[in-house]
T-cell receptor, first 113, second 113 residues
Framework: DGGITQSPKYLFRKEGQNVTLSCEQN?????MYWYRQDPGQGLRLIYY???????QKGDIAEGYSVSREKKESFPLTVTSAQKNPTAFYLC????????????FGQGTRLTVV | SQQGEEDPQALSIQEGENATMNCSYK?????LQWYRQNSGRGLVHLIL?????REKHSGRLRVTLDTSKKSSSLLITASRAADTASYFC?????????????FGAGTRLFVKA
């Protein structure tokens, strides 16, 4: 069953802690993206990766870090430097085969307690 | 910065009516896509229109694109309560834009049964 999987669905973090959100895809897509969504808002791009071992900052990369050691995996770490991390995080993989289509995971809701 | 900006921000209609949402963007694009998001879930791709196309249909969806005005519209005909969701436009400029896919803030559609 092909798709993109995010885990966990809900995550609670204490202030000052780093947490890592998982994103795995078996669609064989080269490109993977992380977006942040605040209540009632659109998606803002955090980081994206077009190919293994390469990634680029998006519009709101401060306080976040990523790695892309495998094609299937693009984990996002929310560091203690991110001052307002409570949000809904969405991971997507994107195919460029003749057109663009983003396939999204079901999201991770991160709450700072 | 957001590339796509949807209008209106929210729309409430009766079942059976048509719903029209608009999207404006700022820079040249390779294509424009529309996505749907049910509350608390990931986004699902609805339809893509290329920069050299003016209109496209898919079932009850009709998308138009006016590159001279840098705008697109999504029409949902004969709406149903199940169409209640947020709708986002997304643009990418291909290689010129660094392959970034940028989403707008979305239109929240509520269809009353």
């Amino acid at each position: 069953d092909g798709g993109i999987t995010q885990s966990p669905k809900y995550l609670f973090r204490k202030e000052g802690q780093n947490v890592t959100l998982s994103c795995e895809q078996n669609l064989n897509h080269d490109a993977m993206y992380w977006y942040r969504q605040d209540p009632g808002q659109g998606l803002r791009l955090i980081y994206y990766s077009q190919i293994v071992n390469d990634f680029q900052k998006g519009d709101i990369a401060e306080g976040y870090s990523v790695s892309r050691e495998k094609k299937e995996s693009f984990p996002l770490t929310v560091t203690s430097a991110q001052k307002n991390p409570t949000a809904f995080y969405l991971c997507a993989s994107i195919t460029w085969a003749g057109h663009t289509e983003a396939f999204f995971g079901q999201g991770t809701r991160l709450t700072v307690v | 910065s957001q590339q796509g900006e949807e209008d209106p921000q929210a729309l409430s209609i009766q079942e059976g009516e048509n719903a029209t949402m608009n999207c404006s963007y700022k820079t040249s694009i390779n294509n424009l896509q529309w996505y749907r998001q049910n509350s608390g879930r990931g986004l699902v791709h609805l339809i893509l229109i290329r920069s050299n196309e003016r209109e496209k249909h898919s079932g009850r969806l009709r998308v138009t694109l006016d590159t001279s005005k840098k705008s697109s519209s999504l029409l949902i005909t004969a709406s149903r309560a199940a169409d209640t969701a947020s709708y986002f436009c997304a643009t990418d400029a291909g290689r010129t834009g660094g392959f970034k896919t940028i989403f707008g803030a979305g239109t929240r559609l509520f269809v009353k049964a």
